[in-house]
């Protein structure tokens, strides 16, 4: 087998594990809804969605590779590095507004970390400034 048959196998199977990640993706999520009975539909049906976004990205992130192995591999092409371009962007597109919706916001964004709850030992309890002038005020 040749390099051009081996990349030729490689662009296919990573294009046939793009297509199986989105219905394996698919195949779970739905398990996963159908199995979770008796809880309130609409986080069920957010946590479907979620499940379902997450599949599509990874199988549009593994379609990307496929197309540029493919194209850098066998058509070195203006023409094909155009539509390459281009199916990437659009590709890419998708994955950004696809993480939009699933995360609420950019991918470049950083997220807003939670503030973490100060621990409190319990042998060294002491009330807050605030507390203690609401006590000591009158009412």
């Known amino acids: 087998m040749g390099v051009r048959e081996s990349v030729e196998l490689a662009g296919t199977a990573a294009e046939i594990a793009g ?11 739905t398990i996963r809804y159908a199995l979770v009975r008796g809880a309130d539909p609409a986080p069920r049906y957010q946590r479907y969605r979620h499940d379902l976004g997450r599949a599509i990205l990874l199988g549009l992130e593994v379609l990307v590779a496929a197309d540029i192995v493919r194209t850098v591999a066998f058509t ?7 539509v390459l371009a281009m199916i990437v962007a ?3 597109f998708l994955s950004w507004s ?7 916001r950019w991918p470049w ?5 939670r503030p973490q709850p100060q621990r409190r030992s319990p042998c060294s309890y002491a009330p807050s400034a605030s507390a203690a002038r609401s006590s000591s005020s009158p009412r």
Do not use: Y
């Open 98 to 104: 696809l993480a939009l919706e699933l995360e609420g």
């Open 76 to 82: 070195p092409t203006m023409d094909s590095v155009l």
């Open 109 to 113: 964004q950083r997220s807003t970390p």
């Open 90 to 92: 659009i590709r890419t």
């Open 19 to 29: 297509v199986a990640l989105i219905i394996g993706g698919l195949v779970v999520a």
